[in-house]
């Protein structure tokens, strides 16, 4: 297939998930709204629909809850082919049937991005609108994942990472105690083949947290105070630093001043505390259980996030440049979600090696923006170069670039139109 055509498959794809201003990632796996899914598909939309970009967001933002938290998945109607689906969950939180946690905080990120690519003129109307309750968000995020003000950022459940199987999650997971779950049938494996999905034992216990925190109503305080598994995150951690700093662009250009004084408070305090994530030993920030104080010994993509939270000191960036290239010399296409010199890699399973466009986005643009653009490029093409073999599937083996996962995926799609196409960058050029 031509560039142009990818292009317009890209395009199809994302029209064909809308549901009428909010898109779902893939049809009959993932039949809601997903946060982050949602957030990046704006980036894809913006290409070609800068109105439609803002309402993406904009609808993510109805099912923020009245605490601020903005859910990971909104379920707007009942699709019987997701399990769990909102009986389970037992929220009460927002104005619309949700999951009870949430996921990497890339909105603001990509407000600002919409800000500066405008074509409409109304994008600073628009962010004006969206910015108490991305405000209110990250507030939620600094009282309630970080309640000890440690400056790094807790995920109480796997998929509130939006890295639901990585191996940083085993040793916690496995703590978890199986409790409280009735009898279930689960439908991810039957979109999608078993051998590239968790297994049974992590479900119980993705099951066994949601009941747990049921019980407490799902108070956030009593959550971060009792939730059996808390684990501070690199991913998120460095998500929504990233975030914090554009955030505050977004406060200075809107003249939010009272506002900007407290975000510069969140930056100075994860500046600090993403400090006690990085694990001496293996020279790359880790996963850190906030209830054991035990940090993960594996490198995970998470790890390469840190120059895109603008940690850019002279020992992490030697580092990331060293497993950088001694990881890309183990494999075809980087960036594998797991160190595949680690035990626990596995090249197609879920988050445990397989690579992921938007993580490679992500990754590339810290790079980029801390004078690396080889490494940037590298990534941008490898990621080119699957999408162009494999197609839009959900993630890809970095190892023979075969599509794993759900197939059309929106945000591989999205990721295509913004950063990976050559036409993109040809016409940004
Ligand atoms: C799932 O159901 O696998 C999702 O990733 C949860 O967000």
Same mark, same amino acid.
């Given at each position: 297939?031509?560039?142009?055509?990818?292009?317009?498959?890209?395009?199809?794809?994302?029209?064909?998930?809308?549901?009428?201003?909010?898109? @779902?990632p893939?049809?009959?796996?993932?039949?809601?709204?997903?946060?982050?899914?949602s957030?990046?598909?704006?980036?894809?939309?913006?290409?070609?629909?800068?109105?439609?970009?803002w #309402?993406?967001?904009?609808?993510?933002?109805?099912?923020?809850?009245?605490?601020?938290m903005?859910?990971?998945?909104?379920?707007?109607?009942?699709?019987?082919?997701?399990?769990?689906?909102?009986?389970?969950?037992?929220?009460?939180?927002?104005?619309?049937p949700?999951?009870?946690?949430?996921?990497?905080p890339?909105?603001?990120?990509?407000v600002l991005?919409l800000?500066?690519?405008?074509?409409?003129?109304q994008?600073l109307? #628009?962010?004006?609108?969206?910015f108490?309750?991305?405000?209110?968000?990250?507030?939620?995020?600094?009282?309630?994942?970080?309640?000890?003000?440690?400056?790094?950022?807790?995920?109480?459940?796997?998929?509130?990472?939006g890295?639901?199987?990585? /191996?940083d999650?085993?040793d916690?997971?496995?703590?978890?105690?199986?409790?409280? @779950?009735?009898?279930?049938?689960?439908?991810?494996?039957s979109?999608?083949? /078993?051998?590239?999905?968790?297994?049974k034992e992590?479900?119980?216990? +993705?099951?066994?947290?949601?009941?747990?925190c049921?019980?407490?109503?799902?108070?956030?305080?009593k959550v971060? $105070?009792?939730?059996?598994?808390?684990?501070?995150?690199?991913?998120?951690?460095?998500?929504f630093?990233?975030?914090?700093?554009?955030l505050?662009?977004?406060?200075?250009?809107?003249g939010?001043?009272?506002?900007?004084?407290?975000? #510069?408070?969140? @930056?100075?305090?994860?500046?600090?505390?993403?400090?006690?994530?990085w694990?001496?030993?293996?020279?790359?920030?880790?996963?850190l259980?906030?209830?054991?104080?035990?940090?993960?010994?594996?490198?995970?993509?998470?790890?390469?996030?840190?120059?895109?939270?603008?940690?850019?000191?002279?020992?992490?960036?030697?580092?990331?440049?060293?497993?950088?290239?001694r990881?890309?010399?183990?494999?075809?296409?980087m960036?594998?979600? +797991?160190?595949?010199?680690?035990?626990?890699?596995e090249?197609?399973r879920?988050?445990?090696? /397989?690579?992921?466009?938007? @993580?490679?986005?992500?990754?590339?643009?810290?790079?980029a923006?801390?004078?690396?653009?080889?490494r940037?490029?590298?990534?941008r093409?490898d990621?080119?170069?699957?999408?162009?073999?494999?197609?839009?599937? $959900?993630y890809?083996?970095?190892?023979?670039?075969?599509?794993?996962?759900?197939?059309?995926?929106?945000?591989?799609?999205?990721i295509?139109l913004?950063?990976?196409?050559p036409?993109?960058? $040809?016409q940004?050029?």
């Open positions: 297939m031509s560039h142009a055509d990818l292009d317009q498959t890209a395009k199809s794809i994302l029209t064909d998930n809308d549901q009428g201003g909010y898109t @779902i893939t049809k009959g796996l993932y039949p809601y709204q997903w946060n982050w899914d957030v990046f598909v704006a980036l894809g939309f913006a290409t070609f629909d800068q109105d439609r970009a #309402r993406e967001i904009e609808m993510l933002f109805e099912g923020q809850w009245r605490d601020g903005v859910p990971h998945i909104l379920f707007r109607k009942d699709d019987p082919s997701y399990f769990p689906g909102p009986s389970v969950w037992g929220t009460n939180g927002g104005p619309i949700s999951s009870g946690h949430s996921q990497p890339v909105a603001a990120s990509v991005d800000v500066r690519g405008d074509r409409t003129g994008a109307e #628009r962010a004006a609108a969206l108490p309750k991305l405000m209110a968000w990250h507030r939620w995020y600094m009282t309630y994942r970080d309640p000890d003000g440690l400056g790094v950022i807790a995920v109480i459940h796997p998929w509130e990472s890295r639901d199987n990585l /191996p999650w085993d916690a997971l496995r703590a978890v105690e199986v409790r409280d @779950i009735e009898p279930y049938e689960r439908k991810d494996t979109h999608v083949d /078993p051998a590239m999905r968790p297994h992590d479900y119980d216990r +993705y099951l066994s947290i949601v009941a747990a049921r019980k407490v109503g799902w108070d956030p305080a971060a $105070e009792t939730c059996p598994f808390f684990v501070a995150d690199p991913g998120v951690t460095f998500i630093l990233r975030a914090n700093r554009d505050l662009v977004l406060a200075q250009q809107l939010m001043g009272k506002e900007a004084d407290e975000i #510069r408070g969140w @930056i100075a305090r994860m500046e600090s505390g993403a400090k006690a994530l694990n001496p030993d293996i020279q790359a920030h880790v996963a259980d906030l209830r054991t104080g035990k940090q993960t010994d594996g490198i995970s993509c998470a790890s390469f996030l840190a120059p895109y939270a603008g940690l850019t000191d002279t020992a992490t960036m030697a580092a990331q440049r060293a497993h950088f290239d990881m890309a010399s183990k494999v075809r296409y960036m594998p979600s +797991y160190d595949p010199e680690h035990g626990c890699y090249a197609l879920y988050w445990r090696g /397989p690579v992921w466009a938007m @993580i490679n986005y992500m990754i590339a643009r810290g790079f923006e801390a004078g690396d653009p080889a940037a490029e590298r990534l093409n990621t080119a170069a699957l999408i162009e073999t494999s197609g839009f599937a $959900e890809f083996s970095p190892e023979s670039g075969a599509g794993a996962g759900g197939g059309t995926f929106s945000w591989t799609a999205a295509w913004t950063w990976a196409s036409s993109h960058v $040809e940004a050029a």
